[in-house]
């Protein structure tokens, strides 16, 4: 049997405005049999937590798995991407439009 560890969730932190914002991932522990075929799983009793800011100019060379193409990106630059989508799908699944000053995706018919 071998134990190994995975990442099972993993959070960014975007909506603080005056303190640190945090990366932190939950932790799940696998027991696997020989074949490693996983013969059972449990979260870790901690989480694996960096700050934003002492992590963002730190670079990943990746395969992109859509386009096979090779990437090289940053911490900030993962971050600056997830948050592009997902202020599209808040727009998507609301009626909704993004004010870049105040960075808010304000909804539709509320005060202005």
């Known amino acids: 049997m071998k134990t190994a560890i995975r ?53 990943v060379t990746i395969t992109d798995p859509v386009t096979q193409q090779q990437v090289t990106i940053s911490v900030a630059g993962i971050g600056a991407a997830i948050k592009t989508k997902m202020i599209g799908w808040m727009m998507e699944d609301n009626a909704a439009t993004y004010d870049a000053g105040a960075d808010l995706v304000i909804l539709n018919g509320s005060s202005q």
């Not at 969730?9 to 603080?16: F, N, P, R, S, V």
């Not at 049999?33 to 730190?58: E, G, H, M, P």
Request: charge should be neutral; proline fraction near 2%; avoid cysteine.
């Open 7 to 59: 990442t099972s969730k993993i959070e960014i932190d975007t909506a603080i405005l005056h303190g640190p914002q945090w990366i932190n991932a939950t932790i799940q522990t696998l027991e696997l049999d020989d074949a490693n075929n996983v013969t059972s799983t449990r979260v870790r009793d901690r989480k694996l937590y960096r700050k934003v800011d002492q992590v963002a100019t730190q670079t």
